[in-house]
């Protein structure tokens, strides 16, 4: 068995730096970038693109909402128009930025509070995605399994890659739990990759509970931004490594 190992990177600002983005993308095979909307700037996208090129690291796009402050983790109302333009111009700049460093965008995954509301609401999800796929139709949608997410891409005919996140609790309906709540977060770099190796030999999402949700696991996320998040991916990757489960980008 083989899986995709991704990370959301490239979310420093100007001369403050988020997240060890250089030690991650040993680790990883996809990386998210962050498109100076949520966190990020064209030098930061400029730097994380022109490693992630020479490590032979699958370059993603990664949108969210006009919220540096809040990191883009608040929602926000805007109409489907809005939502559509917000992608579109993200995803634009993040084509111009890879090609400039040798590379391509092959991969779309929506940021923070952007990416919970399209996992709850279909009709964001498509507004999304549509824009996103009328800029490239060619593009992988990252999607959250058993969300609207993966109902709008389905619907649309899109290439897409279901996701799992290895430092988040999941709610039985399998969304994320909401951060803040108790055991939302997974800190344990041990804890978390047996947790993965486990959801991909049950081949579905484990809930709090236990409850086995069957679906499609493409590849697997660790956020960057957290301190302990190189530990953690080092930890997952070496432990599916015992378990014989390798690490390469999605097709």
Same mark, same amino acid.
């Given at each position: ?22 030690? !991650? ?31 032979? #690291? $699958?370059? $993603? *796009?990664? =949108?969210?909402?006009?919220? !540096?402050?809040?990191?883009?983790? /608040? ?11 917000? @992608?579109?111009?993200?995803?634009? *700049? ?47 949608? @990252? ?9 709008? *891409? ?5 290439? /897409? ?16 739990? =909401?951060? $803040? ?13 047996? /947790? @993965? ?32 998040? #190189? ?5 997952? /990757? ?14």
């Amino acid at each position: 068995m083989r899986i995709d190992l991704n990370a959301d990177m490239g979310e420093g600002f100007g001369p403050w730096s988020m997240g060890d983005d250089a030690a !991650l993308l040993d680790v990883i095979s996809s990386a998210n970038i962050a498109c100076a909307f949520h966190a990020g700037d064209p030098d930061h996208m400029a730097a994380v693109m022109r490693a992630a090129v020479a490590q032979d #690291v $699958g370059i $993603g *796009a990664h =949108p969210g909402f006009a919220d !540096l402050q809040g990191f883009g983790r /608040r929602r926000m109302s805007l109409s489907n128009e809005e939502l559509g333009n917000l @992608v579109a111009y993200q995803l634009g *700049a993040a084509q111009a930025m890879a090609r400039r460093a040798g590379g391509q965008v092959r991969h779309l995954k929506l940021h923070g509070a952007l990416s919970n509301m399209a996992a709850e609401d279909v009709s964001i999800a498509r507004a999304c995605y549509e824009a996103a796929l009328a800029v490239d139709p060619d593009l992988i949608l @990252v999607v959250m399994p058993l969300t609207a997410m993966d109902e709008a *891409a389905e619907a649309l005919g899109a290439k /897409r890659a279901g996701e799992i996140f290895a430092d988040r609790a999941y709610t039985e309906t399998g969304l994320l739990a =909401p951060r $803040g709540t108790p055991g939302a977060m997974i800190h344990d770099a041990s804890a978390a990759a047996e /947790r @993965v190796a486990s959801m991909l030999r049950a081949g579905g999402i484990v809930t709090g509970s236990g409850k086995v949700l069957p679906c499609r696991i493409d590849t697997v996320c660790v956020h960057g931004d957290s301190p302990d998040a #190189v530990a953690m991916a080092r930890a997952l /990757r070496g432990h599916l490594a015992a378990e014989g489960i390798g690490i390469a980008r999605f097709a």
